[in-house]
């Protein structure tokens, strides 16, 4: 075997009080009895292959050459280690100061004599990357860690710094979002559950800003929509864990067109509700509401997006707006027309003869949508003049009195009397 011999040392400089551990290289190492830098020997060493020892300096002062005894002699090769009087550096500041577990942040470090940083550590791991910008900044990259606070430390030759803290955070989730739809205007104020939810810096609506935001604590945030277009928006949540992940079922909110009513049948009715109507129209789906001027149907069914079945409230005599209400928001009005029940107070003439049709004038009020005249069971024909006022032609029939009455949408009047009279007998 031959003597050993000593090609490289790195580092090959470190603090005058020793602790450097440096990699010694080059051949014939194995059985190694001593490293010695300068007349000292190292504090500690480690015979890694018969080509690499890994050393820890002791205490010492300027340029001193490294050496390995075997048993087959001791190097000669002059490789030097030099020791630095470089002060100890010092961390004054982190910013910023946390970040996510998958690490990738850029945190500028501030202090005192950083120039010649060899390592950059976040909780034991080195930085991804880092750069000495001048004796007082380093700019560093942080490595992924678990969550928690990792002490972060410089390396120069003058030795370690103190440590300042650098707090992982998980990233946000969500879990829940209530309501999960709402109308395309925005403005619906939607409560979002998840976890890490401290910190948010922003809320997103399919890429949009919410309008507004509150955190109110680490499992729950307040997210006012923004406008948006029909359809389904992830949602997600910013923090400085990261971005939370969008593409779950629960992370949806629903841009729900507005609804809108082209008509209602029939367009009348009976100031005493109770009247079945059709409102036919556009997104009314999940309908929540259906008013006549701002009353509650009676009742109605969503028997599709275009149709709804509903029942009128009462409502005095009058135009009355229709609306409908989804998650979408509240339609235009349509108008509907409450109808007073229809009254006869004379007949003119008010008898005629039995065998003959007779035009007969009926005078009341609400006859100007009459559906039908009677007189007794016999509908006849007729002619609407003015809303209290109808011509008639009373059919024939059998002598004696029989009922007059009207019909319209909102329903049939009291009757009046009208007397057929027998042919004179000869």
């Known amino acids: 075997m031959a003597a050993p011999v000593v090609s490289s040392v790195s580092p090959n400089q470190g603090p005058a009080s020793g602790g450097t551990t440096v990699v010694v290289t080059g051949s014939d190492f194995t059985g190694a009895l001593a490293v010695r830098f300068g007349a000292k020997s190292a504090t500690s060493f480690t015979v890694n292959s018969s080509t690499q020892i890994t050393a820890v300096t002791p205490s010492g002062t300027g340029a001193v050459n490294v050496s390995v005894t075997t048993s087959q002699g001791t190097s000669s090769q002059q490789v030097t280690f030099t020791y630095v009087t470089a002060a100890v550096p010092t961390l004054t500041g982190l910013s910023p100061s946390q970040g996510p577990t998958s690490g990738g942040t850029t945190v500028t470090l501030t202090g005192t004599n950083l120039t010649g940083a060899t390592a950059v550590s976040f909780g034991g791991t080195p930085a991804a990357s880092f750069t000495v910008n001048s004796a007082t900044q380093i700019t560093a990259t942080t490595p992924p860690n678990t969550p928690g606070t990792a002490p972060v430390t410089v390396t120069t030759p003058g030795g370690t710094s103190n440590a300042l803290t650098f707090t992982y955070l998980a990233a946000p989730t969500l879990t829940g979002l209530s309501p999960s739809q709402g109308p395309t205007s925005g403005g619906t104020s939607v409560t979002l559950t998840g976890t890490n939810l401290t910190g948010a810096t922003a809320v997103s609506f399919g890429g949009t800003p919410a309008a507004s935001?509150?955190?109110?604590?680490a499992t729950q945030i307040t997210a006012t929509t923004p406008p948006n277009t029909p359809g389904a928006a992830p949602v997600t949540v910013t923090t400085p864990g990261g971005t939370?992940?969008?593409?779950?079922?629960?992370?949806?909110?629903?841009?729900?067109?507005?609804?809108?009513?082209?008509?209602?049948?029939?367009?009348?009715?009976?100031?005493?509700?109770?009247t079945p109507v059709t409102l036919s129209g556009t997104n009314l789906l999940n309908a929540t509401a259906v008013r006549f001027d701002g009353v509650a149907a009676l009742s109605f069914t969503v028997d599709s997006a275009t149709q709804i079945t509903a029942v009128t409230p009462p409502r005095a005599a009058g135009t009355?707006?229709?609306?409908?209400?989804?998650?979408?928001?509240?339609?235009?009005?349509?108008?509907?027309?409450?109808?007073?029940?229809?009254?006869l107070s004379t007949l003119v003439p008010d008898r005629g003869p039995a065998n003959a049709v007779t035009v007969v004038t009926l005078t009341g009020t609400g006859l100007a949508t009459a559906t039908d005249v009677q007189f007794g069971t016999a509908s006849a024909?007729?002619?609407?003049?003015?809303?209290?006022?109808?011509?008639?032609?009373?059919?024939?029939?059998?002598?004696?009195?029989?009922?007059?009455?009207?019909?319209?949408?909102?329903g049939t009047s009291s009757p009046v009397t009208y007397t057929r009279i027998a042919a004179p007998v000869i």
């Open 244 to 274: 939370s992940n969008p593409n779950v079922p629960q992370a949806y909110f629903f841009y729900v067109a507005r609804p809108a009513l082209t008509s209602v049948v029939p367009p009348s009715g009976a100031t005493a509700g109770g």
């Open 213 to 217: 935001f509150t955190v109110n604590s």
């Open 381 to 410: 024909s007729f002619t609407v003049v003015s809303p209290t006022q109808i011509t008639a032609v009373a059919p024939t029939g059998p002598a004696g009195p029989v009922s007059v009455r009207v019909t319209t949408p909102a």
């Open 320 to 343: 009355a707006s229709v609306t409908v209400t989804t998650p979408g928001g509240t339609s235009d009005p349509i108008g509907y027309v409450y109808l007073a029940s229809p009254t």
